[in-house]
């Protein structure tokens, strides 16, 4: 079976199949992409398309990117990083993602042969905030969860915007509570479900991302009933970005992001097959 694309719930995505047939309905590992590079579901399905996994691997896209981006252009999108970094650009998109995702699964669900059980979840960069609002939000049963260089804490992402933008961010009561919505760190007590979470963190990783990480991981282990259900894997080499630039279109898959899509593999092999 090929990849099918579509939208679900007005929310785009492209789903790979189970390279193996199923015995029925298949699990559903769900993706949101990064705003670096690779920036789309159908570039991300290729820079990590898991294909070992035991599941259907649904790769929905993030606002404004991809099919959703004002004239297929990246300008809007950094036009409101330019406006308010946090506020009209790093936010909006996080809240969205994770609000849309629950209609956006029950369409997915209509539409693929996928079981009707907890889904695995995976998230790079922002697209790990997204992950952890979902799970936060507890409205998903959700099996499994794994993050690719998550933005964990959005303040960090917040330093990162300012250097692409030049401008020094301003920060305003509603924008520090925007930011403490968005610290998993300090929420680590409301993510109550302790689904399996494997957390893969680049070894050239931003350094504020890289100790946000450990960070997660360690208040997390602290929390959970089976501390070993937390995991952290550094993966040598790897930057942020999981593509080469602009990271819009699937392109062939970089070393780097070789070597993020067998941890996954394994990892998601391991929690799917119970």
């Known amino acids: 079976m090929e990849t099918i694309t579509g939208t679900a719930a007005g929310v785009p995505f492209t789903a790979l199949p189970p390279t193996t047939a199923a015995d029925g309905p298949a699990p559903l590992l769900v993706t949101w992409h990064m705003l670096d590079a690779p920036r789309t579901d159908a570039a991300f399905a290729a820079a990590l398309p ?5 599941a259907w691997r649904v790769h929905l896209g993030m606002p404004m990117c991809g099919a959703r981006m004002v004239d297929g252009r990246v300008d809007a999108a950094l036009r409101r990083a330019r406006e308010d970094a946090l506020l009209s650009f790093l936010a909006p998109f996080a809240r969205q993602a994770a609000d849309e995702f629950p209609a956006a699964l029950t369409a997915l669900r209509e539409h693929l042969p996928v079981d009707d059980g907890p889904v695995a979840l995976l998230g790079g960069s922002l697209g790990g905030a997204v992950a952890l609002r979902v799970l936060s939000t507890r409205r998903i049963p959700v099996r499994a969860v794994a993050l690719v260089n998550p933005a964990v804490r959005i303040r960090s992402a917040v330093e990162r915007v300012q250097d692409l933008t030049g401008q020094v961010y301003r920060w305003t009561e509603e ?8 610290d998993f760190v300090a929420r680590a007590a ?8 494997l957390l893969v963190s680049g070894e050239r990783d931003h350094p504020e991302f890289r100790a946000d990480a450990a960070a997660l991981v360690d208040a997390l282990r602290e929390r959970y009933a089976r501390p070993d259900e937390v995991e952290l894997i550094t993966v040598p080499d790897l930057a942020h970005p999981l593509a080469d630039e602009p990271g819009l279109e699937p392109a062939p898959q970089l070393p780097a992001a070789r070597a993020v899509d067998e941890v996954l593999t394994r990892w998601f092999c391991r929690r799917l097959s119970r």
């Open 175 to 182: 924008a520090r509570e925007a930011a403490d919505e968005l």
């Open 190 to 197: 409301d993510l109550t479900a302790q689904p399996p979470l």
């Open 50 to 54: 898991m294909t070992g996994v035991p």
